[in-house]
């Protein structure tokens, strides 16, 4: 039995809305994870139609294994970009599956850690004037990114007027459909405004629809599987398994945003062992069919704040959603030609609502910034993250990099660890 509903939930985390009604909103939140999920794989050369098919099957077994408790969707994680690109290009994708592999071993080394020693230690090294900070720098460090989707044309690496426009008028549909709209359509303003932003892009002539006339209605996705070759690759579990640190702290702040977005406690019910098994063993799916290691996204958060929608059910059907497209090429090719600008314009939204939910932690628990040690804490965390101060390690054969979001992460826990109550000054 729910113990209670989320304040100001439409549809709270057990709901099943109407058929029609969860289709719309399950596109909402497939559209959302799109772009990036596409992103990933293009980047590295792997087949974009098995990262979508890998995030729906990596979600179905997330929700599996947390008994359908959280409503968390698994994308393409860019934490991997760097190392799986060089594997790819000094050995092939068997490499880059065998790195994938050892990240979903790690989730699942750590996730039986917690088991046995339980998450109690989760409220000591993450209070809230840890965890408000946080929440806000995950979301304001993406906002790079929908700046740059929404000025830069991809093509040329130029900046486009055109492109600036689309995702400005894109932004001004989403926040007018999210303000006026009732009903079914006050549930998806982001799937509104990413249509709408559509259309304009296709006026401005921002769409290419050439991929969508060449694409066969069914096209089965380009499956490699982890045992294509027997060759073992030391240098791929080297690089790739010790990163699987670094978004497993990604992975605690997003479960914190989502604790708070639905009043809920996730670390307690269905439990971190729980959820870090889930992302674990998504990648491991991924690596099997020849997508990249898997994580929870912050786009489909922001939606699930923005919408108040926080129904399993609904993210269950976008991974349905996504194992299905993955096989109708035409579909997978149409959404594929969704331009970074309406993505770029979606993204000025989904990413400053994750931003406004840390605030709102920071306002309910009273966070007193007068006192020094509230401000050392949260400084570096904001200004870390938010600006990508990150530590790169050389390797064998690439990078071993901590994006600036974990290393804020890791310095605010310890910042919070070390410091005295009272700074010496105020004493």
């Not at 689309?166 to 932004?171: P, S, Y």
């Not at 000025?348 to 966070?367: E, P, R, T």
């Not at 910034?369 to 938010?386: D, E, F, T, W």
């Amino acid at each position: 039995m729910e113990e209670k509903r989320s304040n100001g939930a439409i549809y709270d985390l057990y709901d099943r809305p109407p058929f029609p009604i969860l289709v719309g909103l399950s596109f909402q939140h497939l559209f959302s994870m799109f772009g990036a999920t596409v992103l990933v794989p293009l980047l590295v050369g792997l087949n974009p139609g098995v990262a979508i098919f890998s995030s729906g099957i990596g979600t179905l077994l997330h929700m599996l294994i947390t008994h359908g408790k959280i409503p968390a969707y698994m994308g393409s994680s860019f934490a991997f970009i760097i190392p799986m690109t060089s594997l790819m290009k000094s050995f092939g994708y068997p490499a880059v599956a065998q790195g994938v592999f050892s990240v979903g071993v790690v989730y699942l080394i750590v996730a039986l850690i917690v088991s046995k020693i339980g998450s109690d230690w989760i409220n000591k090294i993450f209070p809230p004037v840890v965890v408000g900070p946080i929440v806000m720098m995950i979301g304001l460090s993406l906002a790079n990114s929908a700046a740059t989707n929404a000025t830069i044309n991809s093509l040329t690496n130029k900046y486009d007027l055109k492109i600036f426009f689309v995702a400005f008028l894109t932004l001004i549909a989403t926040i007018c459909y999210n303000m006026y709209f009732k009903k079914f359509l006050g549930m998806i303003p982001v799937l509104l405004g990413i249509i709408t932003g559509y259309i304009f892009a296709t006026i401005f002539g921002l769409v290419d629809f050439q991929a969508v006339a060449a694409a066969h209605w069914f096209a089965l996705p380009n499956f490699n599987s982890l045992f294509a070759s027997k060759k073992f690759y030391p240098s791929a579990v080297i690089e790739m398994a010790p990163l699987a640190l670094v978004t497993i702290s990604e992975h605690l702040g997003h479960v914190m945003v989502l604790n708070k977005i639905t009043g809920r406690n996730f670390f307690k019910n269905p439990g971190l062992n729980k959820t870090l098994a889930g992302d674990g063993t998504a990648s491991i799916a991924a690596s099997l069919v020849g997508g990249p290691a898997v994580t929870s996204y912050g786009e489909n958060i922001g939606v699930m704040q923005m919408s108040k929608v926080y129904s399993v059910w609904v993210i269950g059907g976008a991974a349905v959603l996504a194992v299905v497209l993955s096989f109708v090429g035409k579909l997978s090719a149409l959404i594929q030609t969704v331009p970074g600008a309406v993505i770029g314009g979606v993204g000025f939204m989904l990413y400053g609502v994750i931003a406004a939910a840390g605030l709102q932690i920071i306002v309910d628990n009273k966070i007193d910034y007068s006192k020094k040690r509230n401000l050392m804490i949260a400084a570096p965390i904001l200004v870390i993250g938010i600006g990508n101060f990150n530590l790169q390690i050389p390797l064998a054969h690439s990078t071993l990099e901590f994006t600036g979001v974990a290393l804020a992460t890791i310095i605010g826990i310890i910042l919070n660890l070390v410091l005295p109550k009272i700074a010496a000054s105020e004493k």
